[in-house]
């Protein structure tokens, strides 16, 4: 056998032994890359979606928690001040229990309370009926309201009845040295006083605190001073059309 031969015939085994590659239609593979095209940016559409829809729920997350948190914030301190609220008024309202009670037996013989609602001490009305001086006969109300921050601060005091007095005007406003908060005299108003203190100085001011030189109605005081017969008929007139 001659060299050229044996190459030919070895060349031709390798040709033979080598696996035929698969021939694919022209119109089958398009087809298939179009596929795969699709596929691919089906794939990345939604791996943008899920990451979209991910960075949504995160800033949804983020507000709703600084919501929550805001939220919070606010219900605490609303509820530290309710809080603070219910403390003064639970001592307002234990004071009152206790100096109610007192009060109700150690009233003047010329005054009468009243409680529009007992479950409310802190608001009572006081009817003074002076038996003695200018005022005699006549019946006057006064309205009395007791602020959560009792007893650092004194009770307020309104005259319903219209009078003609020199320490309470026409409108009901009332000169009473005990209920003054700030007092450079030391008459004013202190944690030690009571509800006693208060009706007992408002059943004063038709005797003994009855005040004509540091008057509150200046033209009642003025009155008196000029002409006292005069003053006393004015008074009696004022009780027959208000204080009855």
């Not at 004509?212 to 007139?237: G, M, S, T």
């Amino acid at each position: 056998m001659t060299p050229e031969r044996s190459s030919d015939s070895l060349f031709s085994k390798q040709f033979l032994s080598t696996p035929s590659p698969q021939i694919i239609p022209f119109e089958h593979g398009a087809l298939a890359l179009r596929q795969q095209a699709l596929e691919q940016q089906c794939s990345a559409a939604e791996c943008s979606v899920g990451q979209t829809e991910a960075d949504h729920s995160s800033v949804v997350m983020l507000t709703l928690a600084s919501k929550l948190k805001r939220d919070d914030g606010g219900k605490a301190g609303r509820a530290s001040g309710a809080s603070d609220s219910a403390h003064r008024i639970s001592i307002r309202d234990r004071l009152l229990t206790k100096e109610v009670a007192e009060l109700e037996t150690n009233l003047p013989s010329t005054c009468k309370a009243s409680f529009p609602d007992e479950d409310k001490l802190h608001h009572f009305q006081l009817a003074v009926s002076p038996d003695e001086g200018y005022y005699q006969s006549g019946r006057f109300q006064f309205e009395v309201d007791v602020p959560e921050a009792y007893n650092m601060v004194p009770p307020k005091v309104r005259c319903l009845t219209r009078i003609w007095h020199p320490n309470i005007t026409e409108n009901g406003e009332i000169c009473l040295s005990l209920l003054r908060e700030h007092s450079i005299d030391g008459t004013g108003w202190a944690p030690t006083r009571t509800l006693k203190d208060v009706v007992w100085g408002l059943n004063s001011l038709f005797t003994d605190l009855l005040n004509f030189d540091d008057p509150l109605n200046i033209d009642a005081a003025e009155h008196h001073l000029r002409d006292k017969e005069d003053f006393r008929n004015k008074v009696q007139d004022y009780i027959k059309h208000y204080a009855r």
